[in-house]
Nanobody, 114 residues
Framework: VQLVESGGGLVQPGGSLKLSCQLS????????WGWYRQFPGKERDLVAT???????NYSDSVKGRFTISRDSAKNQVYLQSNSLKSEDTAVYFC?????????WGTGTLVTVAS
């Protein structure tokens, strides 16, 4: 099972980015998808999750600015990030839970700077 994130990069404050994550190597659909982020020297923090039936949850720090979605047919999850702030700069990881096993991608760097 492999998860590969894409879509990170440099964006100005107030800008937007859409991160994508592709799942491969599994014949089963994830029960849950999630996005986490990691600041330098810190633990990974939850950003957003979405269940197999589309119920989404967000951390308070991104609520109203970020939107998680998924395309079950394509085995992809997305994170639309709007109104980005410098404090959103981090490495973003996607995760998928399949029958109790938690899989992680290798991360994509988002840098918010002018």
């Amino acid at each position: 099972v492999q998860l590969v994130e894409s879509g990170g990069g440099l964006v100005q404050p107030g800008g937007s980015l859409k991160l994508s994550c592709q799942l491969s190597g599994s014949i089963f659909k994830p029960n849950h998808w999630g996005w986490y982020r990691q600041f330098p020297g810190k633990e990974r923090d939850l950003v957003a999750t979405i269940s197999s039936v589309g119920v989404a949850n967000y951390s308070d720090s991104v609520k109203g600015r970020f939107t998680i979605s998924r395309d079950s047919a394509k085995n992809q999850v997305y994170l639309q990030s709007n109104s980005l702030k410098s404090e959103d700069t981090a490495v973003y990881f996607c995760t998928a839970i399949i029958f109790g096993s938690n899989y992680w991608g290798t991360g994509t760097l988002v840098t918010v700077a002018s």
